[in-house]
């Protein structure tokens, strides 16, 4: 558990103290997430290229728990004006737990107005989702989320 | 994709506005993951990837991997700069590109 915390938190020292105490809240009164896989891990050292993440500015709606993991519901909003100067290029969307990591990479661009994005995700298992959000001017968000699962999704 | 893909904007539509653009696509997105009944691998059959476009000029897209659920639905937004036509695409392991055109006349 202290593992996969502090793996995310290694790439985001500025918000380490604020997201310990998260976490050791998140262990008292949510089910116990899948370890974080190796293929995760390499994912999300690629995305992040030694950027300091800021946790915060992503709003994620995402069930806490499911029946079904083979259709998850979730909308990823990152809050932008979406102007040519600032906008949100792209959002990657990442599986700790399923056999691949990668789930979708969305692109933005100004004429999407919005940094709004809706889909439906699988889960093989109850495990944290992780967003990274790039941002014009090298800015880098990420959030991450526990999802109990019920049944996984089948053959993932 | 066997059947075409259901696309929903709001109307009327007004230059300037910021909609979203519902799409739901027909697929099985096979992961490449499981085994049929005598153990072999089924072939990977996803769509990869998916792009809207608005008078040949980008708006958004999406590169999808196994963990999408079958049946994609993708629901994005864009803010209209006037009348136009909007092409989405979706792509997949087969090969099958599947393009839809929409009209987009403001009011």
């Known amino acids: ?17 604020v997201a310990l105490v998260e976490s050791a809240t998140a262990q008292n009164t949510q089910p116990l997430a899948a370890e974080y896989s190796a293929e995760f891990k390499s994912e999300l050292a690629k995305v992040l290229q030694q950027a300091t993440p800021l946790e915060s500015g992503i709003v994620l709606d995402l069930p806490e728990s499911v029946d079904n993991g ?87 | 994709m066997r059947k075409p893909p259901r696309i929903k904007l709001p109307s009327p539509i007004h230059a300037g506005a910021i909609i979203e653009i519902r799409t739901l696509a027909t697929h099985v997105m096979e992961t490449g993951n499981r085994k049929d009944g005598a153990g072999n691998i089924i072939p990977r059959n996803i769509i990869h990837t998916f792009t809207a476009s608005f008078n040949d000029s980008e ?36 090969g099958t590109t599947t393009v839809e055109k929409i009209a987009i006349n403001v009011t």
């Open chain 1, 70 to 156: 083979e259709y998850v519901p979730i909308t990823i909003d990152v809050a932008s004006p979406m102007t040519p100067d600032d906008h949100v290029k792209s959002v990657y969307l990442l599986s700790t737990a399923n056999p691949r990591a990668q789930v979708a990479t969305f692109h933005f661009t100004p004429l999407s107005g919005k940094a709004r994005v809706t889909s439906r995700m699988r889960l093989a298992q109850t495990q944290d989702v992780v967003v990274v959000a790039m941002l014009s001017g090298d800015r880098v968000l990420l959030t991450q989320r526990l999802v109990d699962v019920g049944v996984g999704g089948c053959g993932i």
């Open chain 1, 1 to 17: 558990m202290l593992d996969r915390r502090t793996f995310l938190l290694s790439a985001s020292a500025a918000a380490a103290t």
């Open chain 2, 59 to 94: 708006v958004f897209s999406a590169d999808l991997n196994s963990g999408i659920s079958p049946n994609p639905y993708i629901a994005f937004f864009m803010k209209v700069p006037g009348s136009g036509t909007l092409t989405l695409s979706w792509q997949d392991d087969s």
